[in-house]
């Protein structure tokens, strides 16, 4: 009827119903209060820049025949769609400008169904503003909370202000979203009866393959009863199971999802070749399809992953697969790598065929009436076959398999760690092997699970764009009275206003499957095409599988960029879509045989190897303070400010142990010329702490500054102080590092343990230095690895060896940090990090509105059993603001016992609840169970307790009261008490599940709440740990440029024979060109605790790592929004780090706020001079007398102030 018409109202549109009193919109209260840098500067960002040409104006309709998706199941289709099966496909063409006066206004209503993802807000703000152009005066309508919205009346009027508070935003926050069906009678009644009482004249369901088709039947309801309500449907999944070639090329959501697992594998990668001990294994969202895993594969190319769509067509079993990684992991072990990185779907366990057939029945069985969730029940109801197959898994895979099922009656895969089964089976294997002979390897896995953080992060600029264009074509669709479609936008490769718009019929995607033990029409979904017309992913994958298998040819995608006109790679839409609408993939390139170098293997990169982004962000000049400028030696003299001193009631103590306590402080000074400037030096670099963002950059700083003089070279230490000890350098050249500019990690070198602190192991050191005859050494790390650069630049000074020993500050927990120095290298990388992640994840809770999220923070836990630090925490809760912070510095202040700080967290989820709230977000530091007193106890007699060990034996040597806390705790944590130790002996933090200790115990707190009748709510944790993924990140702006900085000065001071010196940079919270850089000596910064310096055993003095300042200023900040954190969502998502672009300038909270110590003391000889030049002889008695009287009134205050430092005490690796 309407088919190249031009602008007209359809009939039924050309009038609106009155509401009914009892479905009125109710008060809009989910506008968010507080946004980030990153998502101020999106929420400015023009929608109207992704509109499609076609869309302008009022475009021509163009009707064609649908295709059918199954031609057997097109009658039962039919018969279930008799009113829409007929529809056909639609495609837009320009059309007329039209007049918006010239048409009527539509109400139109939208609803979000099914998991979040990324975009859906712009799929929302096309709708608003599409229906705008169609006439200024036409309403939307948002229903909340999912499909449960529409048939109960629970809905909002959409205003420009609610609108404009969320586009380019993640998330589904604006309006929440549900898995609720409309499936009774009753439902689909009271459906049409709300949107016939708001006078709807369309509905958008946004949502996924099960959403869709839920929409299509509403479509044929609503028809079948005469309601004008028309509607459509918008692809969404982050899976990527839901599209249908050429007219739905792609599901939104899934290019962003996609973007941040890669970036987070990539920096596991990166983790992988740095520590070269460890096999990252990571499950990534993907139920259904294998989609997520492949597009992640081809992004980040790691050693293997594994698609659920072959293994079910070759019929592989488990142990086929077991088989295959072992073989793969021995063929590595062979040539020295008993590390690397497999990703897998977390749907994999379905497409083995054993558990494929034993999931089917589960579903059915516990699908009907009798069949309890027990294994007692399930074994007596499955066939004999799949009771086999049940009883053979792993005790905890089996209770996996039980727990609660989706909305759908499915097994709830996400909660099946698949991971950790094929990790188990592959060890079990690979200790067969070495029984026999043929595999003398180590295979260490580390865990990862990837997917509440991809479902609600910023929506890449191709997300951003598609989903405005969808939301743009479903108003459209709406406009013009059609109805059982869902959007379609396609020509993808082009511009977005070259982008085809229109929409394909619901029922032409439709086949026929079991559902709940009955036959149901879904949208087919869109496996991984293993062959056929959208093979070309998977086959470009399988080019390259093999090599991958050996090499390490890891891609570095970083994070998401959304600077348009200065980063080209922020436009790149998903490589799965490239290929498949027929772009070729970058071909694998030559990665260099690696050198075997002791137990590590060197392999510099070439920067031509590098992703698209590394090698655009490689060009990017570094900022440097004005001293540093002319990056050259001879342009910068070193001036010695004053002599220093450490704490005065150490004084006495120290000079056992140091020659010198009163070295002078040192600045870099610009100079237009020197005498003389230092040559032919030859500078070693070893990276002892962990890795962190930024080191490379340092080699860069250290690099450019010694290429001015004549003759010198710098030789960079491969793995670490083991590299040290064996002399295994290797000459650092400006082309080396070009390939690392920008880089995370310590992927050049690599690194071991951080320990210099033996006679014997000092010795060693000396040796190296003066048979590589090097006239500096530079250690890079964090509080450990700078008290031991003290002792060495001592005992070369003792040995009189010609070698300076300079130190940096390195280290993501941010704890090497006093006054002198302001920051660690890596700090506001790893920061940043981690905040996207818990800001994506946050978003997604107040999304979803149902979870409590438990994260985990990986922080200063090194110390072992001793309270740790935590200023990544603070840091991270700054940038995103979640409910709760559980900071282990507080904790410890405050003495809380176990029970009090559950009591703590359950009274907070109680009071939300009273509010509605059921959902939230807790950040818990690392190290927070060793500030708990009767928790540290027991760590204590623990690490006296050979390890690994059993709970029976343990118990016999634990006092009465650590025995009876140990019994009552769970016994995942109890297992993990009784791991392998560090090093030290010291207990590891970071194996303890605290997060998941905490969610457990506040679940049984509430629950006898809930029978005492006080708490009424719900109560659902979801638990995880954040480290792995940040702490080798692509560095921020900031790292990069405090790295490189620090390594230029540590080159000038190495070069200028200072040894014993920390290179530090101060007034960091001013621009990089105000920068101070200069040197401290290692003995103004070490000291002892008063409890021991008397004692008879007497400690070396330390440099204690800084535990946050319960009175400063970060901590203050935190304190001042706190309770309105709690109460309310005050979440912000920092985004992905920019490196261009307004936000790529921002700097962590904590740096910005930190006291500057250098510039106080300079304030205070200005003062001290100016009083001494106004006290000169002859000047009148009183101005002497009040500056003696005040002066020595000041140094009796001093005198009370003197005493023992605050500080935690360290434990030596």
């Given amino acids: 009827q309407f088919q190249r018409h031009p602008c007209r109202t359809p009939p039924l549109q050309a009038f609106s119903a009155m509401s009914q009193p009892e479905f009125a919109p109710k008060p809009y209260k989910r506008a968010r209060r507080a946004y980030s840098a990153l998502q101020k500067e999106r929420l400015a960002a023009e929608c109207q820049a992704y509109l499609p040409a076609v869309l302008e104006g009022c475009p021509q309709v163009v009707k064609k025949q649908a295709i059918p998706a199954s031609e057997k199941d097109s009658e039962t289709i039919k018969g279930l769609f008799p009113q829409t099966y007929d529809t056909p496909l639609v495609e837009f063409a320009a059309g007329s400008d039209g007049t918006a006066s010239a048409r009527s206004p539509v109400k139109v209503a939208v609803v979000l169904s099914g998991g979040q993802a990324p975009g859906g807000h ?54 929440g979203s549900g898995r609720h069906k409309i499936e009774t009678e009753e439902q689909f009644a009271n459906s049409m009866k709300v949107c016939n009482a708001i006078g709807l004249d369309g509905l958008v369901v946004i949502g996924g393959d099960d959403s869709n088709t839920n929409g299509a039947v509403l479509a044929e309801y609503f028809k079948a009863k005469g309601c004008k309500t028309k509607v459509v449907g918008a692809p969404k999944t982050i899976d990527g199971d839901l599209k249908c070639p050429p007219h739905i090329p792609i599901s939104f959501g899934f290019d962003t999802a996609c973007k941040t697992y890669a970036t987070l594998v990539g920096n596991v990668a990166v983790d992988a070749l740095s520590a070269q001990k460890y096999y990252h294994i990571v499950r990534l969202m993907g139920r259904s399809a294998s989609n997520i895993a492949l597009e992640v594969a081809l992004l980040t190319r790691p050693n293997a992953c594994l698609l659920g769509e072959e293994v079910s067509r070759d019929k592989k079993s488990l142990r086929d697969l077991t088989m295959d990684l072992a073989d793969m992991i021995e063929q590595r072990s062979k040539v020295g790598k008993d590390y690397g990185v497999i990703i897998l779907p977390e749907g994999l366990i379905e497409f083995i065929p054993e558990f494929e057939r034993l ?140 982008w085809q718009c229109g929409g394909v019929p619901v029922t032409s995607l439709c086949v026929i499957e079991r559902r709940k033990g009955k036959d149901k029409p879904v949208i087919r979904k869109a496996l991984t095409e293993l062959e056929g017309p959208l093979s070309q992913p998977c086959t470009a994958y399988m080019k390259i599988r093999d090599e991958l298998r050996m090499l390490d040819a890891y891609t570095i ?7 348009m006109e200065n980063c080209k790679s922020s436009l790149d839409i998903p490589m799965t879509l490239q290929l498949e609408l027929g772009k070729s993939m970058k071909p694998l390139g ?46 910068v003299r070193l001036h010695e400010v004053q002599a220093t001193m450490c704490a005065e009631q150490d004084m006495s103590y120290m000079r056992k142990f140091f020659t010198s306590i009163e070295a002078p402080l040192i600045e870099l000074r610009a100079t237009e010329g020197r005498d003389s400037v230092p040559q032919n030096q030859r500078i070693g670099i070893v990276f002892c702490g962990r890795q962190a963002p930024g080191c490379h950059d340092l080699l860069c700083g250290v690099v450019d500054m010694l290429r001015t003089s004549d003759g010198s070279k710098v030789f960079g230490f491969v793995g670490g102080t083991h590299g040290l000890f064996e002399k295994q350098a290797v000459e650092l050249t400006p082309e080396i590092c070009k390939a690392y500019v920008g880089s995370g990690g310590l992927e050049l070198l690599g690194r071991t343990v951080d320990r210099l602190k033996t006679d014997e192991e000092l010795e060693r050191a000396r040796a190296a230095c003066e048979e590589l005859q090097l006239t500096g050494l530079v250690l890079v790390g964090g509080a450990r690895t700078n008290t031991d650069a003290a002792f060495v630049a001592e005992h070369f000074r003792k040995q009189r060896s010609k070698t300076a020993v300079v130190g940096v500050p390195c280290g993501i927990e941010g704890n090497m940090v006093n006054e002198f120095v302001e920051a660690s290298i890596g700090f506001d990388s790893a920061a940043k990090a981690v905040a996207q992640l818990v800001g994506n994840t946050a978003i997604d809770g107040s999304s979803a509105r149902k979870y409590y999220y438990f994260l985990r923070i990986m ?77 540290r106890t027991l760590i204590s007699e623990l690490e006296a307790v050979p390890m690994p060990n059993t709970p029976e034996k343990v118990l016999t040597e634990l006092t009465q009261w650590s025995r009876a806390l140990f019994q009552t705790l769970p016994d995942f944590i109890q297992r993990e008490l009784l791991l392998e130790r560090q090093s030290n002996a010291a207990l590891q933090m970071s194996q303890l599940e605290t997060e998941r200790l905490l969610a457990w115990l506040v679940e049984d707190e509430l629950s006898q709440r809930k029978k005492q009748g006080s708490f009424k709510g719900s109560f659902s944790p979801v638990c995880q740990f954040i480290g792995y993924q940040a702490r080798c990140s692509v560095p921020s702006d900031f790292d990069s440029d405090y790295a490189y900085t620090l390594g230029a000065t540590s080159s000038m001071l190495a070069a200028s024979g200072k040894s014993g010196y920390m290179a530090i ?17 290692f003995t103004a910064m070490l000291s002892v605790p008063a409890s ?114 605050e500080a935690i005490e360290q434990r030596e690796k």
Wanted: include cysteine; glycine fraction near 8%.
């Fill in 122 to 175: 712009n799929v929302i703000a096309g709708i608003f503003d599409g229906i705008k152009r169609w006439h200024p005066d036409s309403t939307m309508i948002g229903f909340l909370d999912g499909p449960h919205g529409i048939f109960t009346g629970n809905f909002v009027e959409v205003t420009a202000e609610i609108m404009d508070g969320f586009r380019n935003t993640g998330g589904f926050d604006m309006l």
């Fill in 1065 to 1081: 940079v101060s007034d960091l919270s001013q621009p990089v060109q105000k920068w101070r850089a200069g040197g401290v000596p």
């Fill in 1092 to 1205: 021991t310096a008397s004692g008879s055993f007497q400690p070396r003095p330390v440099i204690f790592p800084h535990r946050i300042d319960l009175d400063g200023a970060a901590f203050k900040l935190w304190c001042s929004q706190r309770e309105q954190c709690a109460k309310l969502e005050m979440y912000e998502n920092p985004g992905p780090i920019q490196m261009s672009g307004p936000s790529a300038a921002h700097v962590s909270y904590t740096i910005m706020a930190k006291f500057s110590y250098l510039r106080e003391l300079e304030e205070l000889r200005k003062h001290l001079s100016a009083v001494h030049t106004r006290c000169r002889p002859g000047c009148d008695p009183r101005t002497v007398r009040v500056a003696r009287q005040s002066l020595a009134t000041l140094n009796q205050i001093l005198d009370e102030l003197m005493g023992p430092s």
């Fill in 359 to 498: 999931m089917s029945e589960l579903n059915d069985k516990l699908a009907s009436p009798g069949v309890e969730a027990t294994e007692e029940s399930v074994l007596k109801a499955l066939s004999p076959e799949n009771a086999e197959c049940f009883k053979y898994l792993p005790e905890f895979i089996r209770a996996q398999l039980l727990l609660d099922r989706d909305p759908h009656g499915n097994v709830q895969v996400t909660k099946i760690e698949t991971e950790k089964l094929l990790a188990a089976t592959v060890s079990a294997e690979l200790e067969q092997r070495r029984a026999a002979g043929s595999y003398k390897g180590s295979f260490k896995a580390q865990f990862h699970a990837y997917g509440y953080e991809g479902r609600a992060g910023m929506p890449t600029i191709f997300d951003a764009s598609y989903c405005y264009a969808l939301g743009a074509t479903a108003a459209t669709l709406l406009a013009h009275g059609l109805t059982g479609l869902i959007a379609s936008v396609k020509n993808l490769l082009a511009p977005a206003k070259e």
């Fill in 557 to 563: 995608p970083g994070p998401i960029q959304y600077d």
């Fill in 859 to 935: 922080d200063g836990a090194a110390t072992g059993g001793r309270i740790s630090s935590s200023h990544l925490a603070l840091e991270v809760a700054l940038q995103t603001k979640p409910n709760m912070l559980l900071l282990t510095e507080e904790v410890d202040e405050k003495r809380f016992s176990l029970r009090e700080l559950v009591k703590e967290v359950a009274d907070m989820v109680a009071s939300r609840a009273a509010d509605g709230n059921n959902f939230g977000t807790i950040l818990v530091a690392e190290g927070l169970l060793a500030a708990i007193p009767e928790f």
């Fill in 590 to 635: 030559k990665v260099p045989e690696p050198k075997k170098m002791g137990d590590f293997l060197y392999a510099p990169q070439t920067l031509e190897s590098r992703s698209e982004l590394q090698q655009w962000r490689s060009a990017r000049k570094h900022q440097v303070p004005a001293s540093l400028t002319e990056k050259s030696i001879a342009a």
